[in-house]
């Protein structure tokens, strides 16, 4: 299914709709007055935006020092060119530690590569620590939001979840308790797990240092109490020196949550005395991207996620519609680099309003690029015969001024005479809105008589 | 004599004549820098190609293009009163022929609102209008044209549209809880994205009437179509219309 067609599924739950718009919209807000006390917040963006273009510019010398003094500091580096590749290579750390169990603090990189999926086909049993990337994973769905992966849950639903997966006392819905639940749970497994693998926010160049931000403190359990510490970064994860990080950082949590700062905001340099660190760098399509002069910008996304709490089609469509890791604005400019015929539904799931690229913090012209990817799409064939049929009559009736006052007073003539012909059931525009009443003559027609 | 060339958006030529209309006698009653204005309506336009183009079919839009810079090439303003369409060709319109004279077409393009407080610089109105209204900000006009401040931006605020309706008589704005969120129509997506569209916009209406709206006006009539279409079959005493009826009654 497409996104309109799971679009129109979402709505059919109309209450559903209005929680899930209220709840991401309460988000957005929590951003604008967290935004409102920094007075600096435009500058702020504008250095975040730069500093990133910056790395963008010159991200081959980056990735290499940054290998070279991650290196230095004893951890091992490895490349990956796609998603198989990032898998097989946690694979083979997994193997060669003769481990089948890990713990996964919250990583899209791994939705991205499908990394669950393939390590449970080999053998391996991945536990996510996020609480609501555990909640997703027992229900056996994707995350619908980068941020927090089970907002399309209502608490009720996440009690029965616990009920039936965790055996916790059935008919649970406060926050604390199901949470309190849940931490004991994983208390246990990131005791007895010798492997943690988790994401990276941000990787400095000159240090060779990571920096992963959660609020959870999940992260940090499972990478402290485990043999072997497994870092996955796509490779746009770059900040070039130390002293950029405090940007970023004041710029990650505020437009995420509202929050000053993540709770843990934890720094990774090298390896305890007999423990393994391993850092994947994955590319997956992000050469590609950086190759495409219109859509590089994307890669300065920080998976803050404010683009889709502000998106009022997100709010109201839900994060599976869109299908894919990342849902939202940004996931609908970053898809399509992966797979133009698989997700040519997505830059057309959006109007175009502009509220993701003024709420993104490292400036994404967003909404710019959904416009440019539906030319691209276009041109490339991934569009249906019919509406390209459809556009071509359009522009053709448009192009010549007289068959358009034709067509415009034919057309509003035989609405008048016969309104049936647009207000029935197969034209979307009448299932749930009125046609505009045609009046007796257009504008030109009373300019000739008047002017 | 400053001229300006009057841009009507094909929709509003067909269906909303008594907006044009409306732009028209406020624009004829201006005066810039003391002049008066002449107004004129060059009658070979039609489209500014945006339907075309968001959809994707840019490339369809060339001959629309050319007409246009044809059209109004000599004029010294265009003003439409569409932030949406003063937007797309102040961002899109190229021409193969003469891309000199489009770019002096396109950046002679004025959203109606836009035009009244930059241009004219207009302090006054003798408009009556006592009903309570709620401002919907169309987003290609706030967003793009940045006609009011965003909410999403930490900046200072200020309302073009805002500025001239408080010049009218009688009028009452009512507060909005999100007053520049989109309505959902979004040309093409009103259709393609028929359920996402139709919910945006009955939450739309639902915060004007909510504070007791008697009209929704806004600078771009592609929205006040959509509202009015839900409006409509909700059968609401709510109606819509253009903020150039409100400034010229």
């Not at chain 2, 265009?78 to 899109?92: D, F, R, T």
């Not at chain 2, 969120?181 to 259709?191: D, H, K, L």
Request: hydrophobic residues 35%; contains cysteine.
């Amino acid at each position: 299914m497409n996104h309109p067609q799971r679009a129109e599924v979402f709505n059919r739950d109309e209450d559903r709709v209005d929680w899930h718009d209220k709840t991401l919209w309460w988000v957005r807000q929590k951003r604008d007055m967290a935004a409102h006390k920094l007075p600096e917040w435009e500058a702020l963006r504008e250095a975040a935006s730069q500093i990133k273009h910056n790395v963008l510019s010159n991200l081959d010398e980056y990735l290499v020092q940054f290998e070279a003094h991650a290196q230095q500091n004893g951890v091992t580096v490895h490349w990956a060119a796609d998603a198989t590749e990032h898998n097989q290579i946690v694979h083979r750390i997994l193997v060669e530690n003769q481990v089948t169990q890990m713990v996964k603090s919250k990583s899209m990189l791994t939705e991205e590569c499908h990394l669950n999926e393939y390590l449970e086909r080999n053998g391996i049993e991945v536990i996510d620590t996020d609480l609501g990337e555990r909640v997703v994973q027992l229900a056996g769905e994707p995350p619908s939001h980068i941020v927090m992966p089970c907002i399309h849950k209502k608490k009720e639903e996440i009690g029965e979840i616990f009920h039936h997966h965790m055996g916790t006392e059935a008919g649970l819905s406060d926050p604390q308790i199901l949470t309190g639940l849940a931490r004991t749970d994983l208390r246990q497994r990131f005791l007895t797990r010798r492997v943690a693998l988790t994401g990276v926010n941000f990787a400095i160049a000159e240090t060779g240092e990571f920096v992963v931000c959660t609020n959870e403190g999940n992260a940090d359990m499972g990478a402290h109490l485990a043999d072997v510490h497994i870092a996955c970064m796509g490779m746009e994860k770059i900040i070039p020196k130390r002293e950029h990080l405090g940007v970023f950082t004041r710029l990650l949590a505020r437009s995420a949550t509202g929050q000053p700062s993540t709770t843990y905001t934890s720094h990774f340099k090298k390896p305890r005395n007999g423990q393994q660190m391993h850092l994947v760098i994955v590319d997956n399509g992000r050469t590609v991207q950086l190759g495409r002069e219109d859509f590089r910008n994307s890669l300065k996304c920080i998976r803050c996620a404010a683009c889709m709490n502000t998106c009022p089609v997100y709010r109201r469509s839900g994060g599976h519609s869109y299908h894919t890791a990342i849902a939202g604005p940004i996931g609908s400019i970053l898809a399509p680099n992966l797979n133009m015929a698989d997700y040519a539904d997505l830059p057309f799931a959006s109007t175009l309003c502009g509220s993701c690229s003024n709420v993104c913090p490292v400036k994404i012209d967003i909404h710019q690029q959904l416009y440019k990817w539906r030319q691209v799409l276009v041109q490339q064939g991934h569009v249906s015969a019919s509406k390209a049929a459809g556009m071509q009559a359009m522009s053709t009736v448009l192009s010549n001024r007289r068959v358009f006052a034709v067509a415009g007073s034919a057309g509003r003539t035989l609405m008048r005479w016969f309104p049936g012909i647009v207000s029935n059931s197969l034209n979307p525009w009448y299932k749930q809105r009125e046609m505009p009443e045609p009046p007796k003559e257009s504008f030109r027609e009373w300019y000739e008589k008047n002017r | 004599m400053t001229t300006v060339g009057l841009f009507v958006p094909c929709y509003v030529d067909q269906f909303y004549p008594k907006a044009a209309i409306a732009t028209l006698e406020l624009l004829e009653k201006q005066q810039i820098n003391g002049g008066p204005i002449q107004v004129v309506f060059p009658k070979g336009q039609t489209c500014c190609g945006q339907p075309m183009a968001n959809s994707g079919f840019e490339h369809l839009t060339k001959p629309l293009n050319e007409q246009f810079v044809e059209q109004f090439g000599a004029v010294d303003y265009i003003v439409s009163p569409s932030g949406s369409c003063a937007l797309h060709l102040k961002e899109h319109l190229h021409s193969d022929r003469n891309e000199d004279r489009a770019t002096a077409t396109r950046q002679k393009v004025y959203e109606l609102t836009e035009f009244l407080t930059d241009v004219v610089k207009v302090t006054h109105l003798k408009a009556r209008f006592p009903y309570r209204v709620g401002l919907h900000q169309s987003c290609h006009g706030l967003r793009g044209l940045h006609l009011s401040q965003m909410s999403e931006l930490v900046a200072s605020p200020f309302s073009k549209p805002m500025q001239l309706l408080n010049m009218v008589d009688g009028i009452e704005m009512v507060n909005l809880d999100r007053p520049d969120e989109c309505c959902g129509f979004g040309g093409t997506f009103c259709v393609v994205e028929e359920a996402v569209s139709a919910k945006m916009g009955k939450d739309r209406v639902a915060d004007h009437v909510r504070h007791g709206a008697e009209y929704i006006t806004g600078a771009d009539l592609s929205c006040l179509m959509h509202l009015e279409g839900i409006l409509r079959r909700q059968n609401s005493r709510t109606k819509v219309i253009h903020i150039a009826e409100i400034l010229n009654s």
